[in-house]
């Protein structure tokens, strides 16, 4: 009866994968593992104080057994064969298939699901909004205690981390579809006004300081892009000149800096847009976020302002990229 109970309970679980991965659903790795940990949880509690003991029992019994039949034997003055019988004793009190799958993978499982939760995730880079900071295919870590430790699944904030920076390379899920995740630079902070115009970056009405690099060679398209390295003031100088944050970006003259198609999003009432580009207010408890590749990237000028419950994590530091290793190292 277990046997069927379990298959159809690693059936649901393999099916709701293979219809996530052929796209038929929208998957949640988080809930995913949750389910996944409560289930073999259960499991597990129940091959602990219930199963185990009972196998345990059964090969005591059939020691007891054993003994008496050869003590039986002897006093008939018969000499009971020699036989080892530990490997048959050892069958008995092994876990059965359904124990192994469940039980057997519970601590893995919860252990994943809460380094996952409560301390790093991993995430691969899928698109080139944040060249040159980050590459397609670069493999990071993201801090998910950083901005203060939220629960898993539902994503409620339960303690206080460090406030969010401009400059800070953020995860967040997609405003108008939360199951997904984005990363993009933190540009503004609540209270901050956001222009961008004519491809000059101002907050609260002060140019952000941006000096020409050279040149960024883009391998996929085989050209040279120009590359500026942009000075970002921190979150605490409402108008700094002192403390600041350097990351690179890319800039194509063929680009213009009008924003064409921008979504009717939450607050854009705060916001102006112009054949210059755009002038935002951010609203408090949200973000206005950016990519480093600023000409292609899909980004709080089209889409709006992320708020505070959306945030996943701080990206720290990129631990691989299977097409070059110098990309190891920490996120700027």
Avoid at 259 to 287: M, W
Wanted: proline fraction near 7%.
């Amino acid at each position: 009866m277990m046997s069927f109970i379990t298959a159809c309970v690693l059936g649901a679980f393999a099916t709701y994968i293979g219809s996530w991965y052929l796209g038929y659903t929208e998957g949640n790795f988080a809930l995913l593992l949750f389910l996944a940990s409560v289930v073999t949880g259960i499991y597990w509690l129940a091959e602990q104080y219930y199963f185990l003991p009972m196998r345990l029992k059964n090969v005591q019994e059939q020691q007891e057994q054993e003994h008496s039949r050869d003590t039986q034997l002897r006093n008939l003055g018969i000499t009971p064969q020699e036989t080892d019988r530990s490997a048959a004793h050892e069958e008995m009190a092994r876990q059965p298939w359904w124990l192994d799958w469940t039980a057997g993978l519970f601590p893995v499982i919860v252990m994943v699901f809460l380094l996952r939760s409560f301390l790093f995730e991993p995430f691969k880079i899928p698109s080139g909004s944040m060249i040159p900071t980050l590459l397609v295919g670069d493999l990071i870590l993201v801090n998910k205690f950083h901005y203060g430790v939220r629960l898993p699944v539902i994503n409620t904030k339960i303690t206080d981390g460090t406030p969010v920076e401009r400059g800070d390379v953020m995860v967040f899920r997609f405003p108008p579809k939360p199951t997904l995740d984005y990363i993009k630079r933190v540009i503004g902070v609540p209270g901050d006004e956001v222009s961008y115009l004519n491809k000059q970056l101002k907050i609260n009405g002060v140019p952000v300081p941006k000096k020409e690099l050279p040149e960024f060679f883009e391998e996929e398209s085989l050209r040279y892009i120009k590359q500026f390295s942009e000075d970002l003031p921190l979150s605490h100088d409402q108008q700094p000149t002192s403390t600041l944050k350097t990351h690179p970006l890319l800039n194509e003259d063929e680009r213009p800096a009008f924003v064409a198609g921008a979504d009717n999003f939450k607050y854009k009432e705060l916001c102006s847009y112009s054949v210059e580009g755009f002038i935002c207010k951010v609203p408090k408890g949200h973000y206005f976020m950016m990519g480093d590749n600023r000409d292609n990237s899909l980004d709080s000028r089209y889409w709006g302002f992320v708020p505070d419950e959306n945030i996943v994590g701080k990206a720290i530091f990129v631990w691989m990229n299977f097409g070059s290793l110098r990309r190891i190292g920490s996120i700027n």
